[in-house]
């Protein structure tokens, strides 16, 4: 296999990472069923679960889930809470291990990260990688290793574990895509398994008769643009090929917005409650603002009901600022912008961050 001109694309992936985390700290848990999600509590309602160990996910529990659809399926589970300062340091651990290899960092979040390698073995290095990583931290990672970062993204998910009748079979740790194996891999695949193609766009390309990746990767050009526009459509065709030739950067991510959102045990059903938790809701959003010295330049609130029907409304700020007052005066504002009609079972605020 030839690499791209400026080298090779890994995409590293920590197996059931938080779960993972928790098992480390607690290595009697190895082996059993392990459920990760809000505080714990599988009986408390509203609750989803964070991530599940492989042996939970056999009894097909899975992230997003109610934690009391979870207890369900897997009585004998352990359940945990969740927390985020541990996830935050095991992930700090990891890349520590990962900026001892001559790469190219380019973190996605807790547990993934792609990287750019200009040497020529990719295997030899993914290898390298997943026995420094498990040998470091002790915990373990697949890698994707491709010409593109949808290639290498994909990739990975090759290298996972496999379900099977009773469990899940061992994982092969390192798979290569490449534009030459793309089409014979991927093609007969339907257009969700591709990294940026979501349930909504599924069904709008299937009103075109497109399903697969192969269909989408010799769809008519302009019947895309006619149908998606022109930056959408030949973008969605580019996916299907294997994605575009974006290198791996280097530059330090930096957070360019905050949210907290919070979900009800008991529905919100007066305006008194709801303008209430959304200005606790404030008050936590910037105090991390502030604790990170940045400035706030516009405010959204969220807004889900009863019957799950969810809406988001945003507004740019007067002027940007640090403080709490006018950030919660734009918040409450944005309400008359919903039918507060219907009992509210979660609320969230999210802040849009000015360059640091």
């Not at 369900?72 to 900026?99: G, I, K, M, N, Q």
């Not at 009901?305 to 002027?319: D, G, N, Q, V, W």
């Amino acid at each position: 296999m030839s690499p791209r001109p400026d080298g090779w694309i890994l995409h590293i992936d920590l197996d059931q990472f938080i779960a993972a985390v928790e098992i480390r700290r607690r290595p009697e848990l190895r082996g059993l069923p392990v459920v990760v999600g809000g505080d714990g509590d599988p009986t408390r309602l509203r609750q989803v679960v964070a991530t599940a160990s492989y042996e939970a996910r056999v009894f097909g529990v899975r992230s997003g889930m109610p934690l009391s659809t979870a207890l369900r399926r897997c009585p004998d589970a352990v359940f945990l809470a969740t927390d985020h300062p541990a996830y935050d340091a095991a992930s700090a651990e990891v890349t520590a291990v990962l900026r001892t290899f001559p790469v190219v960092l380019e973190a996605l979040g807790w547990d993934e990260a792609f990287l750019g390698y200009a040497g020529g073995d990719a295997q030899a290095l993914a290898t390298d990688i997943r026995v420094a990583v498990e040998e470091n931290t002790g915990l373990t990672c697949c890698i994707g290793i491709g010409d593109t970062k949808q290639r290498a993204k994909l990739a990975t998910g090759f290298a996972k574990p496999v379900r099977t009748g009773d469990g899940f079979a061992a994982a092969l740790g390192v798979f290569v895509l490449t534009e030459d194996t793309w089409l014979p891999v991927m093609g007969a695949r339907p257009v969700s398994a591709l990294w940026g193609v979501g349930p909504r766009m599924t069904a709008n390309l299937a009103t075109l008769g497109v399903h697969t990746v192969a269909e989408l990767a010799a769809a008519d050009e302009p019947t895309l643009v006619a149908r998606f526009g022109p930056h959408l459509g030949p973008w969605y065709r580019q996916l299907a090929l294997g994605g575009d030739d974006s290198p791996v950067s280097g530059e330090p991510w930096v957070r360019r917005g905050l949210s907290h959102e919070r979900t009800y045990e008991v529905d919100l059903v007066t305006r008194a409650d709801i303008e209430r938790e959304v200005a606790a809701l404030v008050r936590a959003v910037v105090a991390e603002v502030v604790a990170q010295e940045r400035v706030i330049v516009r405010v959204a609130v969220k807004l889900r009901t009863a019957s799950f029907f969810t809406a988001t409304r945003i507004r740019k700020l007067p002027e940007p600022t640090t403080s709490r007052e006018p950030v919660e005066r734009a918040a409450l504002d944005l309400l008359d912008r919903f039918e507060l009609d219907r009992p509210v079972r979660l609320l969230g605020v999210r802040v849009e961050l000015a360059p640091a």
